[in-house]
């Protein structure tokens, strides 16, 4: 039985009555004035009660095996261990049949939201009916000034448009010269910014400048982050010719036989370097009716995923993989560009 003070009461947790009790209880020299005997002598044993429970004596069997559950992300874990050697393999896609003519390209944009230059990308995406990546910057999704709430709006925007989100860390930090505490703040932080902005938790993570180290790895792989890097780049931040830039995009495209590309949603050139890029993707399209014409097919990156896990990966290793894009860039360099 509870006398008048029930501290669960909405009136006890009243600042006035908060303040009055002790005064009445230090004015009466003990509790038992206002509580009386019973209920004070359940408060004292409840609060020499020991804080837990010893562990009963066998834990109850699990009648459900975890590793028996379906995976619940919508896509395949290609990279569990969060290998930065796995992920740029990965990044060149299917080894493809010598028959089968479909190539899959998936587009990501790294270092936005930007509220400029975002919105237009996103256009540009549903008139092509495309579904890209966005690796966001956490901390321009920080703050309460109005870009932080222009940029969060842009964020919602690109989710409501049904693509995907990525952490890019919280400031582009490279993360293999930053000490362990800042490496781990700039992963964490990342995605709490991005998660508190959308209310979706970022499931893949693309490093600054693709580079991870091992603890950065053990990090990824503890919060089963998806690494995902790429394959074919217009090097946007440092060109900014538009029909240079498209070109140079479609000759990485067709020798490597698609791809992931990487796009940074932050410069007006790559704005316009998109829409020529998706016009040339469309005419090359991938035909049923034309099964011996090499065709591309646009798809999010869980459809990259899923046609990747679908077959094996085209090299071993990541000294092949590289050895692969030299000879590639050295195909596609054409006279007259430096
Ligand atoms: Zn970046």
Not at 146 to 160: D, E, G, P
Not at 251 to 264: F, N
Request: charged share 25%; glycine share 6%; net charge negative.
């Amino acid at each position: 039985m509870r006398g008048l003070y029930d501290p669960r009461s909405s009136m006890a947790s009243s600042p006035l009555v908060r303040k009055l009790v002790p005064i009445a209880a230090l004015a009466c020299g003990t509790w038992i004035g206002l509580v009386g005997p019973d209920a004070a002598e359940a408060e004292i044993r409840e609060a020499a009660a020991p804080i837990t429970s010893p562990p009963p004596e066998s834990a109850p069997t699990p009648t459900v095996d975890p590793s028996k559950l379906p995976d619940p992300s919508p896509f395949p874990r290609m990279n569990p261990a969060a290998n930065v050697g796995r992920a740029w393999l990965l990044a060149e896609g299917p080894a493809y049949d010598p028959n089968d003519k479909k190539r899959y390209v998936t587009l990501t944009f790294d270092d936005g939201p930007i509220p400029e230059t975002t919105p237009v990308i996103l256009k540009t995406l549903a008139r092509y009916d495309v579904h890209a990546t966005f690796f966001f910057i956490g901390r321009y999704l920080d703050g309460n000034d109005a870009r932080a709430i222009a940029t969060r709006n842009v964020a919602q925007n690109i989710l409501a448009a049904g693509h995907m989100i990525g952490n890019h860390t919280h400031d582009h930090l490279l993360l293999t010269t930053a000490n362990h505490t800042d490496a781990l703040a700039q992963i964490e932080e990342g995605a709490a910014s991005i998660e508190r902005a959308t209310g979706h938790r970022p499931e893949f993570f693309r490093p600054p400048y693709g580079q991870l180290d091992p603890f950065t790895e053990d990090v990824l792989q503890k919060r089963h982050d998806e690494v995902v890097l790429w394959n074919v780049e217009a090097a946007d931040m440092v060109n900014d010719d538009p029909e240079k830039m498209a070109d140079s995009l479609e000759r990485q495209i067709a020798s490597a036989g698609g791809g992931v590309v990487l796009l940074h949603d932050v410069k007006w050139s790559t704005v316009e370097t998109l829409p020529k890029l998706l016009a040339w993707l469309k005419a090359r399209a991938y035909d049923p009716a034309r099964p011996n014409r090499v065709g591309y097919v646009i798809v999010d990156l869980p459809g990259y995923l899923k046609a990747t896990a679908a077959r094996p990966q085209p090299y071993a290793d990541r000294a092949q993989v590289e050895a692969a894009r030299k000879e590639r860039a050295q195909k596609n360099h054409s006279p007259g560009e430096s």
